[in-house]
């Protein structure tokens, strides 16, 4: 009780912190000594800098994992500047507080559309989500996640530009003694028609002591980069094999090293035999790894190369250690996450995220009543990079490469490893293969830092193995939710309840990568109910309720939360309700759609670009294909997608997804269509596939053969479809992944009158 008292408290409190992040922009633009600038480069404020050349250097506080974001923030910074996109290079921002993410954590706040007050209400309550907002900015955790990048920079990061592009003016005006008015800037250099010009590295010097004076961001109508789909500034480096990743890192006397955990979640080692390792060539030593940010205790191999490295940790002979709570199991967790959400339906329990009306008198009122229970697994993430981190402690001071979402975190593990303080700790920020939440964590880091410890100076690269990987990640936690609908006598919806069973993720991150806290943290968690607590229809009586539960698998963030599973479940039911009332699946969505226009727009262009029935030109589709549809919002975004699917040998395979998306604002259509693209064939894997079993304490799937993705040969058509909008931008990694296994499930049913249930999606015979 204690405990959530504390978060409660740490809760109301933490409204000033979220509140500070509403303050003006200009709070946030930083003095010079947070720039990171070298000699021959000038900082203007804790964003911007300008090198001798005229070429701006942009603090990059955000991962790049393929998403795009080093290039859509560099055209933000190019376009206040009126600078060519390729005059802008990025420097890794420093550790300030400047860089947290504000927007990712006040994202966090589970506010209801329609129900702003109760929201507030429910946003108070759930103390956890504050805490982890409160300690974004006093740690300053500069997080990349929650597709929370763009919106987080859209008012700083131009600021910040317009700025300097003032000073730079300014600066100019007063040496040439000209109205600064009368000048014009054009590609980073600065004229007057009477003949005087310069370029930004020449006035940069006499800009940093010139007052900006009253600063304007650039209206929409003189815009010229932000909205083109200009070309990715990563496209290059990844082409040709330039770019950094974290397995890339190859610092002078490297060595390297490969972990054994126990294969029992949870487990660790007990005695060791370690000399048939310490036979084989090249391999050095064995260390024990203790926990860092929650892994269990480990062993590292290390040895002069990664696969002398692997085969020694093959080589060791380990009495494993069971873990003290038992063996886990899913099929027995999921048969209890489906008890606890059938009796919980059944009783009213449960933390009640959104409550409108009066369901039970609705209910009672009733023509029909329909019941369905949806299921989700454990999933898992499986970046195409395995997890990986390169460290080094020599005198005192540790040096990190590493690539992760969280560079302040990393630096604290690393830290607390090595026994030394933070500011002895340097983390260098790669390029990610992959990331999709897993490299939230920073487990790695403490292991690599702990074996660094004892390779005398020497950098070592601690690397898992895609065994490791799957079979000890954070997974997406399975779930389960009771949905139910009283119908009038037309068939339109009265009510909506709805009753979910799931292990609540934000509580054991925090238990992970917070120390401090020292115990568990219980409180509800926004996470275990988005995508059916916020959901766009106007069913007049709601009550949308989540029981938290704690089954002891490791959980993390995956790409959408909690709305990568419970848009399958709400989208489905939806279209449940539809062919109950007789009616064609997009009218009975639109129908409902009356108090939500923007979602409307959204649901009728995906209409439209797919040739739906009533909607756009009419296309018969080929004998054996039927179509489904989805919509659903996340993060700020709108997305609805129309998949065409048939059966081939009897699996599901998806030929074609029209996507169409409202994003706000659109940076680069380019890579928002990109995003889709990638969102869309990653949320296809776990719909057709994706499942962790763990039997016995073991996880069952091992590498790709046994935990498949879909392959170019099965990857549908996709078509994006943008809504032009002038509101701020919205999020882009991760929208795209809950609508699509309800529109496949969705389709499924139109061509087979089966109705799914449960992911993955597996058609009986």
């Known amino acids: 009780m204690k405990r959530r008292l504390l978060l409660g408290a740490l809760g109301v409190g933490g409204a000033l912190v979220v509140g500070w992040g509403f303050l003006p922009p200009r709070s946030r633009l930083g003095g010079v000594d947070t720039m990171p600038a070298a000699r021959a480069q000038v900082p203007l404020n804790g964003w911007i800098a300008i090198a001798d050349d005229g070429g701006v250097l942009l603090a990059m506080a955000r991962s790049e994992m393929g998403q795009g974001v080093h290039t859509a923030l560099a055209m933000l910074a190019a376009e206040e500047l009126d600078v060519p996109l390729d005059r802008v290079r990025l420097v890794q921002a420093g550790t300030d507080t400047l860089y947290g993410n504000v927007a990712m954590f006040t994202a966090s706040l589970p506010l209801h559309p329609r129900d702003t007050e109760a929201g507030r209400e429910t946003a108070l309550a759930t103390g956890g989500q504050w805490v982890v907002s409160k300690i974004a900015r006093e740690l300053g955790l500069s997080v990349t996640g929650g597709s929370s990048s763009v919106i987080d920079a859209w008012d700083v990061l131009p600021l910040a530009a317009a700025t300097a592009r003032a000073q730079l003016v300014n600066a100019a005006a007063l040496l040439w003694r000209l109205p600064a008015s009368e000048l014009r800037v054009d590609a980073g250099v600065v004229s007057h028609a009477s003949g005087p010009r310069a370029h930004y590295g020449e006035l940069a010097r006499s800009a940093a002591a010139t007052p900006p004076g009253r600063v304007q961001r650039k209206p929409p109508s003189r815009w010229k980069l932000i909205g083109t789909s200009a070309p990715r500034i990563d496209a290059a480096a990844k082409s040709d094999g330039a770019a950094v990743f974290g397995i890339d890192v190859r610092p002078p006397g490297l060595v390297f090293a490969a972990v054994r955990h126990c294969p029992m979640i949870g487990g660790s080692p007990g005695a060791v035999d370690v000399d048939a390792a310490m036979r084989l060539p090249d391999v050095e030593r064995v260390v024990h790894l203790g926990s860092y940010a929650g892994s269990t205790p480990a062993l590292a191999v290390v040895a002069r190369s990664s696969w002398h490295a692997q085969r020694g940790a093959d080589a060791l002979r380990v009495a494993w250690q069971p873990p003290p709570t038992g063996a886990l199991d899913s099929a027995v967790i999921e048969a209890d996450l489906l008890a606890t959400a059938h009796d919980a339906s059944r009783s009213g329990r449960g933390f009640v995220f959104h409550q409108r009306g009066d369901v039970d008198a609705a209910d009672r009122a009733a023509a029909r009543r329909m019941e369905a229970v949806y299921r989700a697994p454990y999933v898992a993430h499986a970046p195409m990079e395995p997890v990986n981190c390169t460290a080094r402690v020599a005198d005192g001071m540790v040096e990190v490469w590493a690539a992760t979402q969280v560079p302040g975190l990393a630096r604290a593990v690393a830290a607390r490893a090595a026994g030394v303080r933070e500011e002895h700790v340097t983390v260098h920020v790669t390029y990610l293969g992959g990331g999709f939440g897993r490299r939230l964590e920073a487990e790695v880091v403490g292991q690599a830092v702990r074996v660094a410890l004892e390779t005398g100076g020497r950098p070592v690269q601690l690397l898992w193995s895609r065994e490791e990987d799957l079979g000890h990640d954070v997974y997406r936690p399975a779930g389960a939710a009771v949905l139910s609908s009283s119908l009038d006598a037309r068939g339109r919806p009265l009510s909506l309840r709805i009753t979910s069973a799931g292990d609540a993720i934000t509580p054991r991150w925090m238990e992970r990568v917070l120390p401090a806290l020292a115990g568990p943290v219980d409180t509800p968690d926004k996470t275990a109910s988005e995508g059916l607590y916020d959901q766009p229809y ?171 993705l879909v392959r170019l040969a099965e990857s549908p058509v996709v078509e994006t479809w943008l809504v032009e909008s002038t509101r701020p931008p919205g999020g882009v990694g991760e929208p795209g992944t809950p609508p699509l296994a309800p529109a496949v499930a969705n389709a499924l049913f139109a061509l087979t009158g089966k109705r799914l249930r449960e992911l993955p999606l597996v058609v009986p015979a």
């Not at 709305?563 to 064609?584: N, R, T």
């Not at 018969?620 to 048939?646: C, D, M, Y």
């Not at 693209?677 to 996880?699: P, Q």
Request: charged residues 20%; glycine residues 10%.
């Open 538 to 708: 106007g069913i007049p009586h709601q009550r949308i309720a989540h029981v938290a539960t704690r089954h002891g698998v490791p959980i993390g963030f995956w790409r959408s939360v909690g709305h990568s599973h419970h848009a399958f479940f709400a989208e489905s039911f939806i279209d449940e309700l539809a062919h109950a009332s007789g009616e064609d699946p997009v009218a009975f969505r639109l129908a409902l759609l009356d108090d939500a226009p923007r979602h409307k727009a959204v649901l009728r262009l995906a209409a439209q670009k797919a040739d739906w029935p009533g909607h756009g030109s009419p296309r018969t589709l080929p004998a054996g294909v039927a179509r489904g549809v989805a919509l659903h919002e996340s993060f700020g975004s709108i997305v609805a997608q129309v998949a065409e699917v048939s059966l081939v040998d009897g699996r599901p395979r998806v030929h074609r997804v029209v996507c169409a998306a409202d994003v706000g604002t659109v940076v680069n259509p380019g890579i928002v269509a990109q995003q889709m693209e990638g969102a869309i064939v990653f949320a296809l894997s776990a719909a057709l596939h994706g499942r962790i079993d763990i039997v016995d304490g073991v996880v069952r799937q091992t590498n790709f053969p046994s935990y498949p």
